[in-house]
């Protein structure tokens, strides 16, 4: 069974108009199931409870949020010597989330902002280590934060899933913070060749084609110069204060749909739906992202109609942040500033910031 799972698995993953034909029919279905809960629920009366000074302050927080990314990615692209304004790097960050909501992949605005970085700095191979440790950098801190709520609230979740919820926030995070800090993962790996290099089960484990797939994958990260120490902690401390204003955003317009949950709930909520999100079985993750958070927020006793509401609350947020997105594309090609691949790139380092 697992093998012919594999195999249709890989079937499916080389055809890519099939693959999204078949995302796109579960987003469908995911959909239509949302709509036939929502009349159930009541989710239309929900939503006329929203205030609209609610929505403008999430909306906020949420630009916020967005905008000190921008912060983050400069830190990882001035590592590698690519020296980009702050201005440059938030206003193509919030282009690269008007590709991501409205394109078939959450990661096609990762690979505009690459494309971006890249033609301009003449350094392609950094700027796409540097945008990766960005992404991944995000990521791990709201595992981290995932993981403090998974332990607070740990009796809340299933029995069954407790333990695999944990191994995966934990082992994630600590993955994403050694790629983020290669001394570190160098120091690790070697202590493992010291001591186990030479045995024949660890020489055969190593050859097998998904280990050597991994360590093509992370080679590039892993060669990656290391940050300063302080930089690192800058690092971490401005990716845990865009997770929270993100999660802020939600707490808010919840807090007007009078869903009585702490920030926390939110910590231990949010963080899973975006691990769920990933699973590549619908189409940038629609329907499938709303089902879970209405699931998740069920453990919490939240009525289905005013879960589905800040779900749908949420979605039209960041959406209206990808619209903004949408229009800074819109501006850059009318003043001809979205420059033709056929120009030659000119490298940008020794700007100032």
Partial sequence: MINFLKRAYRFISARTALRIVLQTLVSVILIAVLVVLAQRSHMLESLQMLQPSALILGGVLQLIAFTINGRRWQILLGNFGIHERLATLTELYFIGLFFSIFLPTGTGGDAVRMYDVARRSGKPAQAVVATLQERLAGLGVSLLIGLVATLYYLSVLPAQARLWIIIIQACG???????????????????ILRRYGARPAFIRFAARPFIQRIISAIRPIVEAPALPAHKFAELLGIAA????????????VGQSLQIPISLMAYCLIVPLVWIIKMVPVSLNGLGLTEGSFVFLMGLFAVPQGKALALAVAALGIQTCCALLGGLLLAIRVARGTWISPR????PTEGKAL
């Fill in 343 to 346: 120009q030659a790139a000119q």
């Fill in 241 to 252: 204060t865009a997770t929270l204003l993100g999660l802020g955003a939600y707490y808010v």
């Fill in 173 to 191: 995070a600590f993955g994403i913070i050694l790629l983020l800090y290669p001394t570190l993962l160098f120091a690790i790996v070697r202590q």
